[in-house]
């Protein structure tokens, strides 16, 4: 795991970073420096001798133009050599999991069936997936537990990383997440020894880049459960929870920022799905027993009765 987290994170970096450095808005002012040198050339390099003639004038900044350029490509050339595959390129991993920077997704949704489950949090997702496994043997997995275990795992080079967006209710870098899924995947899946599986995957996608980059990568969607539930009712869920869950991000100021999180960017996830539609949305504001009924009718009425 260290060693499939490090290939892919050294990817995220890179892949971060490497649009600034391609950038118009990184490259203008080199053009434009460019641009002054040249006019330097131009403007105030005196002719050399007067017995030299107007042609010799005119040749020195043609060349000088000419070596600039050839040495900005070939420093562009040098500098794309360096980074990272595009995303969606095959990422050569010898020996170690493909991290999912590739176009062809890892499963296919013939083998392994996806549910995505989202809701504001403390709508009830890991409830209703709790007994969503227990009852119909899915398997869960949370993508904030994912995150948490990462967190906390010695020797991660994400744990400050993840600590940081955890408590300002931020979405981690979607390399990270991702990354995390399909290796719980993959795992899953040779535990049970077996290529087939159903998995419900908690609390994400919450931005649409995630969804797209798993879709993509990892395994198309079949559908979404969305729970939905107003914020004060997951307001006084989350705080009550958070006298005993020990979450860094179960108190008030953090609860604030997620909600915020929730509306502006997952939020507009659920609407895409919705217009896809793949969405079934249940009721999160009463008691978790009838969320559950509720759930299952709903799932029945989309898959029938074997799900
Ligand atoms: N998180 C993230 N990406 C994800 C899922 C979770 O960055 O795809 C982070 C995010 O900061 C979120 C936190 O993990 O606020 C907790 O997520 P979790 O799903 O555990 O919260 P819940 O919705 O269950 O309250
Ligand atoms: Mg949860």
Not at 102 to 128: C, E, M, N, R
Not at 268 to 284: F, M, N, Q, S, T
Not at 295 to 307: A, D, F, I, M, S
Request: proline share 7%; net charge positive.
């Amino acid at each position: 795991m260290a060693s499939r987290m490090s290939v892919s994170w050294r990817l995220a970096a890179r892949t971060i970073a490497a649009p600034a450095r391609c950038s118009t808005s990184a490259s203008a002012p080199r053009a434009v420096l460019r641009q002054q040198s040249q006019r330097r050339l131009y403007s105030s390099e005196p002719p050399r001798s007067s017995s030299g003639g107007s042609s010799k004038i005119k040749f020195w900044p043609f060349l000088g133009v000419i070596a600039l350029g050839t040495a900005g490509y070939v420093a562009l050339v040098n500098r794309r050599k360096d980074m990272p595959p595009a995303v969606g390129a095959p990422t050569p991993a010898a020996g170690q999991l493909p991290a999912p920077a590739k176009s062809t997704p890892t499963f296919s949704p013939d083998d392994v069936t996806v549910i995505f489950v989202l809701g504001g949090p403390g709508a009830g997702k890991g409830t209703q997936c709790a007994n969503l496994v227990s009852k119909h043997g899915f398997t869960h997995l949370s993508a904030g537990d994912l995150l948490r275990a990462e967190q906390e795992r010695p020797g991660s080079q994400f744990g400050d990383l993840i600590r940081d967006y955890i408590k300002n209710g931020l979405i981690v870098p979607m390399e990270v997440t991702v990354q995390l899924l399909e290796n719980a995947m993959t795992d899953a899946l040779a535990k049970g020894g077996s290529s087939k599986g159903r998995f419900l995957i908690d609390g994400f996608p919450r931005k649409m880049d995630q969804a797209h980059k798993f879709e993509e990568a990892v395994c198309p969607a079949k559908l979404v459960l969305f729970y939905d539930c107003p914020e004060d009712v997951m307001e006084k869920r989350l705080l009550e929870r958070g006298k005993t869950s020990g979450r860094s991000d179960d108190n008030a100021e953090s609860i604030r920022k997620r909600f915020r999180t929730f509306i502006e960017t997952s939020m507009p996830v659920v609407d895409y799905y919705e217009k896809e539609g793949k969405v079934i949305k249940v009721d999160a504001t009463a008691a978790p027993d009838k969320v559950f009924a509720n759930t299952e009718k709903r799932l029945t009425e989309r898959l029938g009765t074997k799900y």
